[in-house]
């Protein structure tokens, strides 16, 4: 079942880096035309067939890593959603033939590597399908206000720093929601009938739709490279406290933790550097 996780969440990760580069080369051909063309229209690009495809990739995607969190841990299944940067990389270059440079290679192999370097020593295994109320208010409680006083002081800072700090709110809220569908799914599995009737569902979609709003107010508060690597690790490392915590998920420590954590310091560095190549940042578009 871990592997068909695996699986699932590689699939949702591929079909998320499709829809954004499809929904970039849709922007891109409503650019603007040169020297007295006609200008575009204002968000005329959601009728172009490539953004109407991304839009239903996204659906896709969303179906397979709600499959993969019902199969697998959720320690497995978002720290393996990272890999979405990769599949952006290698699609966007591919579309947009803008080969990348030796450097940008060597970055998308070290986060390749210490992903999987994580994974085999971390060895997330077991847990249950459903969290008890109680294990919800210990862990959702604090996750809240440390992502208000994050969103407080985010509103303070500018630039880089801002993006930071506001990437982290925006990290807990994407890990929280995918631990609230687990939680939904488990129900299902259980053979709980009447799913509309419960509070997770609704809670999943407030926290997702909130996340995703988070997400907007990141992406304009400073660059990709500085906003990334906190969604990425921040998103990763959390889910895996969660599913310890929530979801009695375990996970191998005593010897393992430094080259665990050396796995997830390439994995930083890694997410940094790919995080400031065009081809992930969206920046070839204005080139193509």
Not at 212 to 238: E, H, K, V
Request: contains cysteine; charged residues 10%.
């Amino acid at each position: 079942m871990i592997i068909l996780s695996v699986v699932l969440a590689l699939v949702a990760a591929l079909g998320n880096a499709a829809a954004s580069v499809l929904q970039r080369h849709a922007a891109a051909a409503d650019l603007p035309q040169p020297s007295g063309g006609r200008p575009a229209r204002r968000f005329g690009f959601v009728r172009h067939p490539a953004w109407r495809w991304g839009a239903g990739l996204l659906l896709f995607s969303g179906v397979a890593q709600a499959l993969a969190l019902a199969a697998g841990p959720l320690a497995v299944v978002q720290p393996v959603m990272t890999t979405e940067l990769l599949f952006t990389l290698v699609l966007a270059a591919a579309v947009f033939r803008w080969p990348p440079g030796a450097r940008t290679w060597g970055a998308f192999l070290g986060m390749a590597l210490g992903l999987v370097a994580f994974l085999l020593l971390a060895g997330p295994t077991g847990g249950t399908e459903t969290v008890a109320p109680k294990r919800w208010l210990v862990s959702a409680v604090p996750a809240a206000a440390v992502s208000i006083v994050l969103v407080v002081v985010g509103k303070e800072l500018r630039g880089p720093a801002r993006a930071v700090v506001l990437g982290s709110a925006t990290a807990i809220g994407f890990s929280f929601t995918a631990a609230l569908m687990k939680d939904t799914l488990g129900l299902v599995a259980g053979g709980h009938r009447d799913l509309l009737t419960t509070w997770q569902i609704y809670t999943a979609a407030a926290v997702g739709l909130g996340s995703f709003l988070m997400l907007q107010a990141t992406l304009r508060a400073g660059s990709l490279a500085a906003s990334q690597p906190a969604l990425t690790l921040g998103d990763s490392l959390l889910s895996v406290i969660l599913g310890v915590s929530l979801f009695q998920e375990r996970i191998n420590l005593g010897w393992r933790v430094l080259p665990e954590v050396a796995s997830l310091v390439l994995i930083a560095f890694a997410c940094v550097h790919l995080s400031r190549s065009p081809l992930v940042s969206g920046k070839e578009a204005q080139r193509w």
